[in-house]
Each structure stands twice: as structure tokens, then as C-alpha cells.
């Protein structure tokens, strides 16, 4: 392909532009929608509200413009779509339990919302923070080991007693000055990089080196480790911290992490065997799997249906009141089904918004996706490919999990949507992982150098490892 | 890595595809069995905050929602509860809606199919969305002189009313009759302490006897009898009939006497006179002449052995399946296990006054959207031909006799031609009789209104007949169509 000799007439940075102001007026449209259909009048404060997100977007548009100028256009309109989305649908869910607290004559429940819109900003700020302290991705790859450390300090910090807590059951957060947070989601983004680190380096053995085991070629032992050890770490997780759903996820990224990197088919199999085994182990030795199996597949059973599986059976009949189109943003009963603002806000858009909505929900999810893959193809050097298919693939990942288990194609996990559900920690990390997508897409999508006339004339270029 | 990388997409691809099958599922094909689910609030949250459209009688409405303060945004009112009852239905939180209410929810809640473009103007205009109105074919005079009747009677029975020549239902009573307004309160308690009262009373009050109760039609069944002979084409009004006073039941010793337990008549014993006179003798004797599958047959012309969608469903009315001789000796005169509902004995008065073309009964006359635009109204449908037009002018000939000359003189009006029949239904095993009536008028030109009456165990009076106690009340539901 010739690199084109003069600049392109429609640089990716304008066509996100143009796709920012759609995003960001969508944004503005549903939080009037629910101001309209609650209170019968646009909801005061809407340009204030308006212009906040257009700040704070459009600064990581600029960020964009100066930092990755060559990054896909298409991620970060998409990704703000569906955070302003959230924050609507979040925003709807505080006034519904305030009417409901006032009918009841109980307190009113602090408002989520604005919670969240803070959250968003800590998001955008770091995303910007991380474009510009990480101005090759390959500069990452000298931190491999250190992302291992990180991540499963992080991955433990909850577990310590003086910051740790359990919430619901699960002992997945910290308390730190008021604050509580998360790890588990920046531990993720950490052993993602370790990970993708690792197999740069190992892939060639991994892919290679093998024995024949019932007429299959498998991994030697000793190459088998890295895998074995995230197999058990991730059942360390589940078992110690009660976290299904993070453990689920970090397995399939790191299977399909392994798979890109040794193109070895045996490396799905062995994954697909462990993950089975794992899973039966789980559930019969953990009384919370076997109740969420359970849930999962006698949800209308009268013994279950009041009662342990009213949060899934609730969803679904949100779901399926809402039908096509959906009763209307602001005009359902999405209070009805426990936790709406983080684990089930699916159920709440698909009764609102009904099928379109959350058809077009999957398919901007799987627009990221995609995009994120692409960048994984078209980027040249094989530790951006890993990165960008980690990223990517884990977010696919999520996505599929927790639409599955609030549809009751899988059981529940506890996992919560990216950039939608509410929840501080997981937004901030995930417009982290945004913005190291657009990193690496900024480098795969940069026009190589064009060529020089002669050798002698050639540029000398020092690459920094 | 870039063919792996290829693969994984694929992979991606697939996995969204089965959360988008999924959705699919779940909002399109599975959509109304959650959405009705008896487990979700939603709907009954839903139904209650808009507007339910009113039922209508006579372009006023006798159900209609108002606004409340309390956290159900409307309330269900009931005028003249008792009276209107049988057809309204109730419309409860609770238990759920029967009657009218019931059949045609979709369109009183404003969920129907037909409002659909009604329901898209409201959501463009911003007006909140109201169910659409039901009216009734009901007369309310004639609805009224009938539950007076019967309550003057202290009876339990029921009357049908219905036009022969479109088979509008005019009247629709039973009683003891319950108020829908006991049930559709917001005070939960209150409700079920009235429902179980209402469904443990002995009287039976939340039952719509008019069309989901048989009973044996006694000598009411002997128009179908001089019908079926009619039609056999070997009798005319005139042929002679078994004046004998008693009838000996073949292949057993019981004995079939008249009511008065003499001869039919001293005078000419025709089938007219038999049918003035009600003789049992005459028409045990037809029955087993023509034998049961004739009877049956034109009993089922009549719309017997099938059940009616008013649209509440009907009760079927029965014509026994395989009777022996002294059995069928006694169907012929309405008894042994023949069974009919009141509306079926005034379809029968019915068909015979529209000259022999019977029309399927309805009780919604239209269906209106809430601008009161006509969005459906109900057109008039045969059921079938009972009986030829000539057999027709022959029996109501007889049946104004029976009014005129005969059992039925109760029944007449001045200035009218009115035809009847009138009928004592023995019950058996103590019990008393019921009392029916059932007639059509006018009968010498376009009839306007054929009805029934049935008075049941006639309501334990010292003296019990069709003329005595069921006659003056169909008398008074006649006058009341006619004079309106």
C-alpha cells in the first residue's frame, strides 16, 4: 500500500469529532427523556449537564488529537454512548427509588448519579494521563514482571483485614480514606500486560515444543506452568473472595491470549477441559455456585421464585414487558428488580428501552470490540497484537457474561457492564483499557514513514526497546 | 497470529450473535407469557395507572373508572351494580375480572390491537392513554322489568331477552345478583372478605344463570317437539294427536299422565290444541313417534349440544345422547336429562319468531375508541335455519293460541299479538318445580323481542305455573321493549 503523499483530506480525529457530537447529544436527549417522562418537564440544569460532558469529552477528544492522532475514530464516540447512556438510565433509577422511599416514607436514598458523572471525569483524566505516560505501547513490555507483581498485589489487597470488606458476600473491595474501591479491575489491566509480555517471549516454545498425548500434540510440563498457575489463581480468587465472575473472566482471556500467541489449537482444549473441571469442582464444592446454578435453571420453580431467584425472574419480566420498543426511558418499572444500577441495568434498558435498545446496546459493544480486534490485526509488532487482543477480547468477554446471566443464558456471575453499570473503580479502569486500546490503534494505524529515494538518504532510526 | 486473531473474531461475532438470538427470545417470543405472568407487577401496575374505559348501556355508562388519591391511580364504579352485573363482570385487583370486563379487557384497558393508532396519536400529543368504551346491546328497561320481576318473587331464576332478527341480547338478569362494586375496591381485605361471602353464599349470586346454568325446560321443550314433527313433513297443526290421559311408557311399567289427569281436551284433539293445553300425553306420544334422533337433530338446529360465545362463553345446552323409549317418551316433554339455559329457551322463541332463521346471540353492540369513534360494530350472523319459514308461521300460530286460549294468558298485552309457551319443569326428589315462559312479540308482524323466564323451584310459592309465576314478568319485559 503507498502511503498517501499528501495529509488525508478527513483525518480520523474529525470524523471523531463529528461522531462526538452525535454521542454526546444522544447523551443529552436520554437524560431529557427522563426528566420528560418523570417529571413532564426537561430536567433543570440539562445545558449545564450538557455542557459538562462536552468538556470533558471533548478534552479527551483533544488529548486524542495531540497524543494518538492516528488512533480509530470509532472508540471513544461509541464508548461515550454508552457511559452517557449509564448515567441516564442511573439517573432514572435514583428518581424511581425516591418516589418509591417518599411513598413509603422512608429516607431518601443518596443519588447515584452524580456519583457516577464524578467517577466518569476520574475516568477521562486518567485516560488522558495514560496516553500520555505511555507513549509507546511497547514500553510496556519492559514492565512484564512488574505487572505480574502488581496484579496480584492488587488481587489480594481485599482479602488483607484492616483495608478489606466484604460487600454482599463478596470480599472484593477495599476501604481506603473513605473510598471504596475495587482492585480486581486494575488487577485485570496488570496481568493483562504481564500476560501479553509473557507469551512474546514464551510463544515460540509454547508453540513448538510438545509431546503427543492420545494422539494430540500438548505442551511440554514445564510450558504448561503459566497457564496451570492463572488456572489456580483464578480459582484462588473465586474461592477466597466469592468473585465467580472475575475468575471466569481472567481464565477465557488468558485461554484466548494463548491461543493467538501459539496459534495451537490444543492450548482451546486444554483451556475448555480445565475450565470444565474447574467449573464442576465449583459447583460441588461451593454452596454459592450450586445455588446460582440452581437459580439459573429452576429460576420460575415456586420454591426459588420469591425468593433467591426474584432479582433474574424480575429482569426478565422487565424484559419481557418491555417487548419491542420498550415502555418508554423514565415509564417502566425498573425498581422493581434488585441492584438495577450495576448488575442488572441490562434488565432496566430492556425494559425501558425495550429489544432495539438492547439490540443496538450489543452492537456498540461489539463495534469496540471489533475495532479493538482490528487494531489487534493491522498493528505490526507481536506484543501489541497480544495487548489488543486481551483488551479487547476481555471486554467481549464481560459484555457476553453479564447479558448472558441477566438473560438466562448462562447463571449469574456478579460482573458488571462496562461503562454502564454503575461503579467507580470498573469505569475508571475501563476507560484505562480505552485508552491504551487507542494507544496501540494509534500505532497501527500511523502511515509508515514514506520511503526514502536512495538508501544512503534514508532517515537512520534509533529504536528504543 | 493474524489467522488466530481471524478466528477469535468469528468467535466474538458468535457470541454476540447468540446474546442478540437471546434477546430476541426473551422480548419477542417470550414477551406476553412474562409480561402476564402471574408473578409480575407490572401489568396490574400498569393497568391501574391508566383509564379504563367504560361499559356502556344505552350510550350511559354502567362501568366506568374514577380518579382516586391512593397509590392505585383509578378505581372501578359500578351503577346499579346488581341489576347490571351478569353482563358486566367484576374487576378486581384481587381475583382477577369476569364478565364483559373480562372479555373485552384488551380493549377497555387500551391495549387492543384496534387502538393501536389511537395509542400512537396519544404518545404523539402527549394525552394520557385511556382504555376505549364498550357498549352493550342491553335495554335497560327491559333489564330493569326483569330483575324487578324476579325480585318481587324473592326468586332465584333468570331472564333472557334477545331481537330475533339480529340476536342482540336485550336483557341479560339473574338473580340473586351481587354488587361488582364489593369487589373492585383498592382495600384489598375488604375484597376478599366479600368474595368469600360471595362465592360460599347457598344462592349462588356470583352466578350468571342466564347463560352458564341448565335447567330441564319442562313443557317449554315442546316447541321443539311440534317442531321436529312439523318439520317431518307428517304432521300440520292440525293432525290428530293422543287424546288419551294417560301415555304407557313402552318396555316399562311407568305411565305417563297429563297435567290435569284427564284427557288433552273434550274438544277436537289436534297438535294446536296439545300445544295450547300442554299436553304431556300428546307429545310423549310424538316424541317416541318420530323417535330421538329427530328430536335431537332439531334440537341442536335450535342451537343445542353447542356452546355460545356471547362473548362470555355459554354454558352448552344438552339433548340426551342415547335414550331408550320411555326416555325419550319424556325428553319430548323437557324432562329426563334434557337440560337447557334460559338463553337457549329464548333463542328457540327467538328463531321460530324470525321465521325460522335463528341468529347467533351477541352482547357487545360496539366497540369505541376513547374519542368515541366507532372502531367496530357488531354485525348481525345467522346461526342457522331452524326450522322452515312455513313451519315457523305454523308454530307461531299455535303459540299465540297458548297465549290467547291457553296456559299462557299471563302473558298477553293489549293490542299485541304475543305467542308463548309456557312451562313447569318437575324437578324430582321433592323439590318443587321450576316455572317457565318463554314468548316472542309482535307476532303477527316484525317481532322486536323474544325472552325467557325461568323462576326457579318457582321461588317455593304455594302454587306453581310458567303462567302464574314466569308469564307476568315476560309480559312486563315485552311491554318494555315495545314501548321504548
Known amino acids: 500500500m503507498t502511503p498517501r503523499a499528501a495529509s488525508r483530506s478527513r483525518s480520523p480525529r474529525t470524523i471523531e469529532l463529528v461522531l462526538l457530537v452525535f454521542s454526546i447529544g444522544i447523551s443529552m436527549a436520554a437524560y431529557a427523556s427522563v426528566g420528560l417522562a418523570h417529571d413532564g418537564a426537561l430536567p433543570a440544569g440539562m445545558l449545564g449537564y450538557g455542557g459538562g460532558l462536552a468538556l470533558l469529552f471533548g478534552a479527551a477528544h483533544v488529548a486524542l488529537r495531540r497524543l494518538a492522532p492516528d488512533a480509530d475514530p470509532i472508540m471513544l464516540p461509541v464508548v461515550t454512548v454508552i457511559n452517557g447512556l449509564g448515567l441516564a438510565v442511573i439517573h432514572r433509577l435514583d428518581l424511581a427509588y425516591a418516589d418509591r422511599a417518599r411513598q413509603l416514607g422512608h429516607d431518601v436514598p443518596s443519588a447515584a448519579a452524580p456519583a457516577q458523572l464524578t467517577w466518569t471525569a476520574v475516568g477521562v483524566i486518567l485516560f488522558i494521563v495514560v496516553l500520555l505516560l505511555v507513549r509507546d505501547h511497547r514500553v510496556l513490555q519492559r514492565f512484564t514482571y512488574t505487572a505480574m507483581l502488581a496484579g496480584l498485589v492488587l488481587l489480594v489487597l481485599p482479602l488483607l483485614p484492616v483495608i478489606g470488606s466484604t460487600i454482599n458476600g463478596a470480599r472484593i473491595w477495599i476501604r481506603v480514606a473513605g473510598f471504596s474501591f475495587q482492585p480486581g479491575e486494575l488487577a485485570k489491566l496488570a496481568l493483562l500486560i504481564f500476560f501479553a509480555g509473557y507469551l512474546v517471549v514464551k510463544r515460540d516454545v509454547l508453540a513448538l515444543a510438545s509431546r503427543r498425548i492420545l494422539g494430540i500434540d500438548l505442551p511440554r510440563g514445564r510450558d504448561l506452568g503459566p497457564v496451570v498457575v492463572t488456572w489456580l489463581a483464578s480459582l484462588a480468587v473465586l474461592v477466597f473472595e466469592r468473585d465467580l465472575g472475575t475468575s471466569l473472566l481472567f481464565f477465557g482471556v488468558f485461554v484466548a491470549m494463548l491461543y493467538v500467541a501459539t496459534e495451537r489449537l490444543s492450548w482451546l482444549l486444554i483451556g475448555m477441559t480445565l475450565f470444565l473441571f474447574g467449573s464442576f469442582l465449583a459447583w460441588s464444592s461451593f454452596s454459592h455456585v450450586h445455588q446460582r446454578v440452581d437459580i439459573w435453571l429452576h429460576a420460575f420453580a415456586p420454591r426459588n421464585i420469591d425468593s433467591d431467584s426474584y432479582q433474574l425472574v424480575q429482569g426478565l419480566f422487565g424484559m419481557g414487558s418491555g417487548g419491542l420498543l420498550g415502555k418508554g426511558l423514565g415509564q417502566g418499572r425498573p425498581d422493581i428488580v434488585p441492584y438495577a444500577q450495576t448488575d442488572f441495568i441490562v434488565a432496566a434498558i430492556g425494559e425501558e428501552l425495550g429489544l432495539t435498545g438492547i439490540m443496538a446496546l450489543l452492537i456498540l459493544y461489539a463495534i469496540v470490540v471489533q475495532r479493538g480486534l482490528r487494531t489487534a490485526i493491522s498493528v505490526r509488532d507481536s506484543f501489541g497484537k497480544l495487548l489488543a487482543t486481551g483488551l479487547a477480547f476481555s471486554l467481549a468477554l464481560q459484555v457476553f457474561v453479564v447479558v448472558g446471566g441477566v438473560t438466562r443464558l448462562i447463571p449469574l456471575t456478579g460482573l458488571t457492564m462496562p461503562f454502564l453499570s454503575y461503579g467507580g473503580s470498573s469505569l475508571v479502569a475501563n476507560w484505562m483499557l480505552i485508552a491504551l486500546l487507542l494507544r496501540i490503534s494509534d500505532a497501527a494505524r500511523r502511515p509508515a514513514p514514506p520511503p526514502a529515494a536512495s538508501m544512503a538518504d534514508a532517515k537512520t532510526q534509533v529504536v528504543k526497546l | 497470529m493474524n489467522a488466530p486473531l481471524r478466528r477469535l473474531s468469528v468467535a466474538v461475532m458468535l457470541m454476540f450473535g447468540l446474546l442478540l438470538l437471546n434477546a430476541n427470545y426473551l422480548q ?33 355508562p354502567v362501568a366506568r373508572s374514577v380518579e382516586t388519591n391512593d397509590r392505585l391511580k383509578y378505581l372501578r364504579r359500578y351503577t346499579d351494580g346488581k341489576l347490571y352485573a351478569p353482563a358486566t363482570g367484576f374487576y378486581s385487583i384481587v381475583y382477577g375480572a369476569s364478565g364483559i370486563e373480562q372479555e373485552e379487557n384488551s380493549v ?51 331472564v333472557v331477552a334477545v331481537d330475533p332478527t339480529t340476536g342482540a341480547i336485550l336483557a341479560m338478569v339473574s338473580t340473586p345478583s351481587y354488587d361488582p362494586n364489593d369487589l373492585s375496591s383498592h382495600d384489598t381485605a375488604a375484597v376478599r372478605k366479600n368474595y368469600d361471602r360471595l362465592s360460599s353464599a347457598r344462592s349462588r349470586p356470583m352466578l350468571n344463570r342466564s347463560i352458564r346454568q341448565t335447567y330441564p325446560p319442562g313443557s317449554t321443550f315442546k316447541l321443539v317437539t311440534s317442531a321436529a314433527a312439523l318439520e317431518s313433513g307428517k304432521y300440520t297443526p292440525d293432525s290428530p294427536i293422543d287424546n288419551s290421559s294417560h301415555l304407557n311408557l313402552p318396555q316399562s311399567t311407568a305411565v305417563l299422565p297429563n297435567e290435569n289427569g284427564g284427557p288433552c281436551t273434550s274438544g277436537q284433539p289436534t297438535l294446536t290444541v296439545a300445544l295450547e293445553n300442554s299436553c304431556n300425553v300428546a307429545f310423549g306420544r310424538l316424541g317416541l313417534e318420530l323417535g330421538d334422533d329427530a328430536l335431537r337433530a332439531q334440537a341442536q338446529k335450535f342451537g343445542f349440544d353447542q356452546a355460545f360465545e356471547v362473548p362470555m362463553r355459554t354454558v352448552a345446552s344438552r339433548f340426551p345422547e342415547n335414550p331408550d323409549l320411555p326416555q325419550t317418551a319424556l325428553s319430548a316433554i323437557g324432562q329426563y336429562d334434557v337440560r337447557a339455559t ?9 328463531a321460530i319468531a324470525n321465521r325460522g332463521v335463528l341468529m347467533k346471540p351477541y352482547l357487545v353492540d360496539e366497540i369505541r375508541d376513547p374519542k368515541l369513534s366507532i372502531l367496530e360494530k357488531t354485525k348481525p350472523e345467522p346461526f342457522g335455519t331452524a326450522v322452515s ?8 300460530e299455535m303459540m299465540i293460541k297458548v297465549v290467547e286460549d291457553g296456559t299462557g ?29 318463554v314468548s316472542f312479540a309482535p307476532a303477527d308482524t316484525d317481532p322486536k323481542v323474544a325472552v325467557a323466564v325461568i323462576v326457579e323451584d318457582g321461588a317455593k310459592q304455594a302454587e306453581i305455573s310458567g303462567n302464574g309465576l314466569a308469564a307476568p314478568i315476560a309480559r312486563d319485559v315485552m311491554k318494555a321493549v315495545l314501548g321504548s
Open chain 2, 28 to 60: 419477542v417470543v417470550r414477551a406476553d407469557a412474562l409480561h402476564h405472568d402471574s408473578h409480575n407487577p407490572r401489568l396490574i401496575a400498569e393497568e391501574y395507572s391508566r383509564e379504563r374505559g367504560p361499559i356502556l348501556v344505552a350510550g350511559r
Open chain 2, 108 to 158: 377497555l384497558a387500551g391495549t387492543d390491537d384496534s387502538l393501536f393508532v389511537r395509542r400512537v396519536i396519544d404518545l404523539l400529543t402527549g394525552t394520557p392513554p385511556k382504555g376505549g368504551s364498550v357498549a352493550l346491546t342491553i335495554n335497560p328497561a327491559a333489564q330493569k322489568a326483569a330483575y324487578d320481576g324476579l325480585l318481587a318473587l324473592h326468586a332465584r331464576g333468570a
Open chain 2, 342 to 350: 334460559p338463553l337457549q329457551m329464548a333463542l328457540v322463541a327467538a
Open chain 2, 389 to 396: 319459514p312455513q313451519t315457523a308461521a305454523s308454530l307461531t
Open chain 2, 409 to 437: 294468558t299471563n302473558g298477553q298485552i293489549p293490542g299485541v299479538k304475543v305467542a308463548g309457551k309456557t312451562g313447569t319443569a318437575q324437578q324430582g326428589g321433592g323439590r318443587t318445580p321450576h316455572a317457565w315462559f
